[in-house]
């Protein structure tokens, strides 16, 4: 099997279960690595983040909810990943539908029936009335049916595709576990989905909700639970971020979201066998993910019983305490994430989240979570950090000098592959160097090599030549210095 993977995404962090599925996904549907990864988070987010709570270490109590937020452009199949994974949730949703549909028939004719008994027992009323007699065998008759009326079953859903608001508040009141799944989230962030950003934020916490409305009751929500998982093209983002970006980050919206931007797939998408490809792995997964719908939305679920409290054994606690000051003192001014505290700061309570979905993951009785599970989660949310860094934090410019003398460098590299020779005149070099280079910054750039040790110089006559350093053809032996992209390593490792 092969894996494109060049986002380093560690996926033998992964438990064995999630893993397989992952690259069961990838290999069928040859999405980037971080949008299996999503889909499979999300779906495993959705069916145990109702039921279950962990407790941190430092005793706060946290849900098990994901807000997964995917940076590509059309076509990385965002969907198509989607469907495969969570293909358990898309056939619940349908037998609820089924449900509803013939609870909704049912209801119909209830309303039929009941509807020609209150209009005769209206008509009674009023002839009684007129007419001067006793109505109150009438009147009784009307009340006893208006009590009776028949209620209009719930439709409920476990995937939404686009919501507003107030229709999530709604939903949230009946059912107080769903999801949003989309791969269009420009046209979530362009409609009213992301107006009231507050609001996922409250939902994230699972803290209660309590929207009063004109001549209706109240809605109240408690303890709600929502997955999201969205995939917003570059240019959406960017709109998004000029409109509104500013209240999403001070608000901690993004900060709560696990960020990923993967490279593309698109024309590394090559199938290298005509037979159908095994998916052992995602079977595995989707048994999982139907025993837990079951525990968790069957016919036997109690929606009023207890939260199920996950917890760090001793080992684990000492793990996630080192991981959280490691994070605390990269957040110091001019620190590696100090441009990116509003996530640094949440990054611990995903970690929690992913530990406890990755013990859930593996069929464990216990309430305990060990060690080697949190660390797991630190690996995983350590490359999420990363990918936050990468798209929000501070862009560090490369200077022109390291540009030119890195075209310059990978210009030779390339020259003597194609001619396999390590050393060439100075002068012919010049001559068929890149275009910005056929100047003054031509010298400086060769210096700049000079002083790194990929290049040295030396006299035939009058003529001088240029002699790459063979043993830096793979990895230019170079300081390391501003990139247009900073990476966070792994903290946990530090």
Not at 193 to 221: H, M, Y
Not at 230 to 257: D, H, T, W, Y
Not at 294 to 300: D, I, L, P, S, T
Not at 305 to 320: G, H, I, P, T, V
Request: a positive charge; one cysteine or more; proline letters at 5%.
């Amino acid at each position: 099997m092969a894996i494109y993977n060049p986002d380093n995404f560690p996926i033998d962090a992964l438990p064995p279960l999630l893993r397989d599925a992952v690259l069961d996904l990838h290999e069928v549907i040859k999405a980037p690595i971080p949008i299996a990864v999503a889909s499979v988070l999300a779906a495993l987010s959705l069916v145990v983040s109702g039921r279950h709570r962990v407790k941190r270490f430092n005793g706060i109590v946290t849900g098990l909810a994901l807000y997964l937020l995917i940076i590509a452009e059309s076509g990385e199949r965002k969907t198509s990943s989607d469907n495969l994974a969570i293909l358990p949730l898309l056939e619940f949703d349908e037998q609820l539908l089924a449900r509803w549909r013939e609870a909704f028939a049912e209801y119909q004719a209830a309303m039929t029936i009941w509807a020609t008994e209150r209009n005769g027992a209206k008509v009674a009323l009023k002839r009684a009335i007129a007419a001067g007699s006793d109505c109150e065998m009438q009147r009784r008759r009307l009340m006893d049916l208006l009590e009776r009326q028949p209620v209009e079953p719930v439709r409920r859903s476990l995937i939404l595709r686009d919501i507003t608001p107030d229709a999530l508040i709604q939903r949230l009141s009946v059912q107080p576990t769903i999801s949003v799944f989309s791969s269009e989230g420009g046209a979530l962030c362009s409609a009213r989905t992301f107006n009231n950003l507050g609001l996922f934020n409250i939902i994230w916490e699972s803290g209660s909700l309590s929207v009063d409305r004109k001549s209706q009751a109240p809605l109240v929500v408690k303890d709600p639970s929502l997955t999201l998982s969205v995939m917003i093209q570059e240019g959406p983002l960017k709109q998004f971020s000029e409109n509104k970006g500013a209240q999403a980050r001070n608000s901690g919206f993004m900060a709560r979201c696990l960020v990923s931007q993967p490279t593309s797939t698109q024309g590394q998408r090559f199938e290298y066998s005509a037979s159908e490809i095994q998916t052992e792995g995602l079977a595995r997964f989707h048994t999982r993910i139907r025993e837990l719908l079951e525990v968790g939305f069957g016919a036997q679920h109690d929606p009023n019983a207890a939260k199920r409290l996950l917890q760090f054994d001793y080992s684990a606690k000492e793990c996630a305490r080192e991981y959280t000051n490691s994070i605390e003192m990269h957040l110091q001014p001019n620190a590696l994430l100090s441009d990116v505290r509003d996530a640094a700061s949440k990054i611990a309570d995903n970690m929690a989240r992913l530990a406890g979905l990755f013990h859930l993951c593996n069929d464990s009785e216990l309430n305990e979570i060990p060690s080697a599970t949190v660390k797991q989660a630190c690996a995983v949310s350590d490359w999420y950090l990363g990918g936050f860094k990468r798209v929000f934090g501070e862009v560090n410019i490369v200077p022109g000098w390291q540009q030119d003398a890195e075209l310059l460098r990978n210009f030779l590299f390339e020259m003597a592959m194609r001619q396999n020779c390590w050393q060439f005149r100075q002068n012919d070099l010049r001559q068929y160097a890149p275009n910005r280079l056929r100047n003054q910054r031509f010298a400086a750039a060769l210096q700049v090599l000079a002083n790194w040790g990929v290049v040295r110089f030396y006299y035939v006559g009058k003529v001088r030549w240029i002699q790459i350093v063979q043993v830096t053809s793979t990895a230019p032996m170079m300081p390391m210095v501003a990139q247009a992209k900073p990476v966070t390593p792994n903290l946990f490792a530090s």
